[in-house]
């Protein structure tokens, strides 16, 4: 690996900070979620009702625990840091004229301890975080205003901390809204809760579409603060593989996929691909979409782009057995992989499929990549002497990053730098839980909000360590 491969860790403000309304920061669209677990989901309530638990107010307390927390990040030699900036610390509401200080200033001590500590913050700007006034008084991104608000958060933090942060990525897999019949997604990623009388997929393309629009905008005026800033997109990325070599399966992960390139498609090139407006024609989809705009998207387009990589899916035609003139693939999405096992939350653990994501989002967008998420979540046992033996995380880290070695070292891809999730035990986004642990560092806390918040280091935290120093030569 390239001697500045930037080995690390990713984190998301709402997921470990805490300190929900502390230093003037306001609540956001994740604080009124309630805690889940694999089989309930989390409920959105519209308030902050007293008798809920909303295990992102406190999460991990990161907020006060900072610098200790930063020792143990470079203890173990991370090269950087992916974490957010929660939008609510600096725009408390999101329609404010003038950013919060004392957010701004949280930030430069968290990221002046990082650089002290030869760690790079690497920074999202937005992970699943619009402040709940944007989604409750505008309606979040089906609003074209919250364009103008969001742009005005990302100017304010990119000229305040363009000397601290060189990568930056807008929206934290964007795509996940794709899927519609999760109220979860559009509201986290978009601040959107779909009316009766709205069609889903036709509301998740308008807002969509305004969301390009602000990453563009973004894009552009990074470029005026600072032409050195890297702005880069992020993605969920799970491959899709199709279920066997019937050309009908062939063509309906070939379909399907298109649901994972959309919004990278537009990102990079700056521009609709034919199959998205072929779509939009045949479901009489109306996206609001001005020339203006199709000018800003043109301008704005990433440097580098960002993925997430925990699995793959893969799919079949409803057409296998028949031998018609079929037009669409006709998926029924998801069916068991025979070759794959799965997590106890049912995500599947397939280390090729990251070589093979590498590849393909490589050879489409000929732009570097970073692997800003991957990881397994599990439930851990803190044995009574204070350790933590995880070697099933340990596995299904070491399989993921001989593959990606070999996608760099064998297929050329030009790769920036591995993240692996919740490098710290922190809130799972999709069950609320702290049960379905990721880091590498064990935090004392439970799903129902008991615990001491005291840190132990797990086994993977010292096998991460050798990783890091032997530059992923000893895996
Ligand atoms: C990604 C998100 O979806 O996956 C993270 O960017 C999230 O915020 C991670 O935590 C793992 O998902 P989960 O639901 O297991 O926490």
């Known amino acids: 690996m390239k001697t500045d491969f930037l080995w690390g860790g990713a984190l998301a403000a709402h997921q470990f900070e805490g300190g929900w309304n502390t230093g003037g920061k306001g609540p956001s669209v994740i604080d009124v979620l309630t805690a889940g677990t694999h089989s309930t989901p989390r409920k959105i309530t519209d308030t902050i009702e007293p008798n809920e638990f909303y295990p992102n107010h406190e999460a991990i307390d990161f907020y006060h625990r900072f610098k200790d927390d930063i020792s143990l990040f470079a203890e173990m030699g991370l090269k950087c840091l992916r974490t957010s900036i929660a939008w609510t610390r600096i725009f408390p509401n999101g329609d404010e004229?003038?950013?919060?200080?004392?957010?701004?200033?949280?930030?430069?001590?968290?990221?002046?301890?990082?650089?002290?500590?030869?760690?790079?913050?690497?920074?999202?700007?937005?992970?699943?975080?619009?402040?709940?006034?944007?989604?409750?008084?505008?309606?979040?991104?089906?609003?074209?205003?919250?364009?103008?608000?969001?742009?005005?958060?990302?100017?304010?933090?990119?000229k305040r901390y363009q000397d601290k942060v060189k990568f930056w990525m807008t929206f934290n897999e964007i795509n996940n809204q794709m899927n519609t019949n999760n109220p979860l997604f559009l509201w986290t990623n978009s601040g959107v809760k779909v009316q009766d009388d709205e069609h889903p997929k036709e509301l998740m393309y308008q807002v969509a579409h305004n969301e390009l629009v602000a990453s563009a905008k973004v894009v552009i005026?990074?470029?005026?603060?600072?032409?050195?800033?890297?702005?880069?997109?992020?993605?969920?990325?799970v491959p899709v593989y199709p279920y066997s070599s019937n050309p009908n399966d062939v063509m309906a992960a070939e379909e399907y996929l298109r649901q994972r390139f959309f919004f990278g498609d537009i990102h990079v090139r700056g521009e609709y691909p034919s199959y998205a407006l072929k779509e939009f024609d045949r479901e009489g989809y109306k996206i609001e979409i001005t020339e203006e705009e199709k000018t800003i998207l043109k301008e704005g387009t990433v440097d580098f782009v960002g993925f997430s990589y925990y699995m793959s899916t893969t799919v079949k035609s409803n057409h296998s057995n028949e031998s018609d003139d079929v037009v669409s693939g006709g998926i029924s999405q998801s069916i068991d992989n025979p070759f794959i096992k799965s997590s106890d939350w049912g995500w599947g653990i397939d280390p090729v499929g990251l070589r093979y994501s590498l590849n393909l989002l490589y050879n489409r967008y000929q732009l570097p990549l970073f692997i800003v998420e991957n990881g397994f979540g599990q439930v851990d046992e803190l044995t009574e002497d204070k350790k933590i033996h995880d070697s099933d995380r340990i596995s299904y880290l070491r399989d993921h990053i001989i593959e990606m070695k070999k996608a760099v070292e064998y297929d050329g891809v030009d790769l920036i730098g591995y993240t692996p999730w919740g490098i710290i035990d922190l809130v799972s986004f999709t069950t609320g839980e702290m049960k379905k642990r990721y880091g590498m560092i064990y935090v004392d806390r439970h799903n129902d909000g008991s615990g001491s918040l005291n840190r132990y280091r797990k086994d993977s935290f010292i096998w991460y360590k050798n990783v890091i120093a032997s530059n992923g030569k000893e895996v």
């Open 97 to 158: 004229e003038v950013p919060n200080e004392e957010g701004l200033a949280f930030y430069d001590e968290v990221f002046d301890e990082l650089l002290k500590n030869n760690i790079e913050p690497v920074i999202t700007l937005s992970h699943f975080e619009m402040p709940l006034h944007l989604a409750n008084e505008y309606g979040g991104f089906r609003n074209k205003k919250v364009i103008d608000y969001f742009l005005r958060f990302a100017k304010v933090v990119l």
């Open 221 to 237: 005026e990074a470029k005026k603060i600072n032409p050195a800033l890297q702005i880069g997109c992020m993605l969920a990325f």
